[in-house]
């Protein structure tokens, strides 16, 4: 039985093999990025900076780095659903050498998405460019994985544009920001919250299962409560467990219908416009007219259109008479009723309706 939103102790190699193989929906991984810091760090005005420094962040080669990734990767694909997903967030010190570890292992690259922040550190010492971006890559568990994507729910976030690969969205800071009994940041890789909610809105449903084998401050949690998500945090460090675990039982979960997102047409079970003929909602010998209002055609007993020469389904009658080589006849088509012009389309919807009725 799956250990669901909790948050577990212990080696993530170890503890992720522990769990039931193919249970899991989703991972979000945020690895040690093994940042190669030489020496400390200082601002002009000779402030030491907070950098990531903590013995989980050092490895003693890049073989030792790549072995502790294809080891973590392999447990990791283990425990997905054949339609299960990962994304894994790093670096330029490390996003490269995990990429070509998740192909090794079988995952199917999906895009990579390049993380632009619009509030970066600076880069204090002035001999390179400032570190402004980090790079997520989102790959199937199988090049045949029928992974979650909801399309139209971030063309929705995006204004109606469809979401492009690279977002734009500041670091965690003010409120966000988690700090310690000493005023201290409790973590110094936190994600932002915006930054995983852009993620599970787009490749979860609500109550999927989200594993994060590297737990930290529990930002994949949070947002998963959020929204509805189970969650499995794995994270060795007690420190950022009870900050993780406080911040957890803070959040509270968005209402049931807030959580409904915007579906693609293509997800939406298929009606037959001959169903609308079988159930009365339309009658043979019925006129159809077209909305644009230049064509009519009638209803046939098997859910067919004739017009003139043209007979045949609601999309090829409509294509026949405008000339076009296709039409969605769901949206071409309408019929009269009290006077009034109603497009075909509502009495399919109401058909779905019925098909998947909402819950209380």
Not at 151 to 166: F, H, P, T, V
Not at 264 to 283: A, D, H
Request: charged fraction near 25%; aromatic fraction near 8%; include cysteine.
């Amino acid at each position: 039985m799956l250990p669901l939103n909790k948050i577990l102790d212990g080696d993530c190699i170890e503890v992720m093999n522990s769990l039931p193989a193919e249970s899991i929906d989703l991972i979000f991984a945020d690895p040690p990025y093994n940042l190669q810091l030489k020496g400390e760090l200082h601002r002009p005005d000779n402030s030491k900076v907070d950098a990531v420094d903590n013995d989980w962040d050092q490895f003693d080669s890049f073989a030792a780095y790549d072995k502790f990734t294809k080891a973590w990767l392999a447990a990791a694909r283990r425990l997905l659903k054949p339609n299960g997903a990962i994304w894994v967030i790093g670096s330029y010190h490390n996003i490269f050498r995990v990429g070509t570890e998740m192909q090794n292992a079988g995952l199917w690259i999906l895009n990579d998405v390049v993380w632009r922040k619009s509030n970066p550190m600076p880069n204090f010492r002035g001999m390179r460019l400032t570190n402004a971006h980090e790079t997520m890559i989102w790959a199937g568990k199988s090049e045949k994985s029928k992974y979650t994507f909801n399309y139209e729910a971030l063309k929705a976030l995006n204004e109606g544009i469809q979401m492009r690969s690279d977002w734009v969205l500041p670091i965690c800071n003010g409120h966000e920001r988690l700090k310690d009994e000493n005023g201290v940041k409790a973590h110094p890789t936190q994600k932002p919250e915006s930054l995983l909610h852009r993620v599970l809105v787009g490749s979860t449903n609500p109550g999927d299962v989200v594993l994060d084998p590297f737990f930290g401050t529990g930002t994949t949690g949070a947002v998963a409560k959020k929204l509805g998500r189970n969650f499995i945090g794995i994270e060795r460090e007690e420190a950022y467990r009870k900050v993780a675990q406080r911040r957890i039982d803070n959040a509270r979960k968005y209402d049931r219908s807030s959580l409904e997102v915007t579906t693609s047409k293509r997800s939406e079970p298929r009606v037959p416009f001959g169903q609308l003929v079988e159930r009365g909602m339309l009658n043979p010998g019925e006129t159809l007219q077209s909305l644009n209002g230049r064509h009519k055609a009638k209803v046939r007993a098997d859910g067919t259109l004739i017009a003139h020469d043209a007979r045949g389904s609601i999309h090829q009658v409509g294509a026949a008479l405008e000339g076009a080589p296709s039409c969605n006849g769901w949206t071409f088509w309408g019929f009269m009723r009290d006077g009034k012009m109603i497009p075909i389309d509502i009495l399919r919807q109401q058909i779905r309706a019925e098909m998947h009725p909402k819950a209380n």
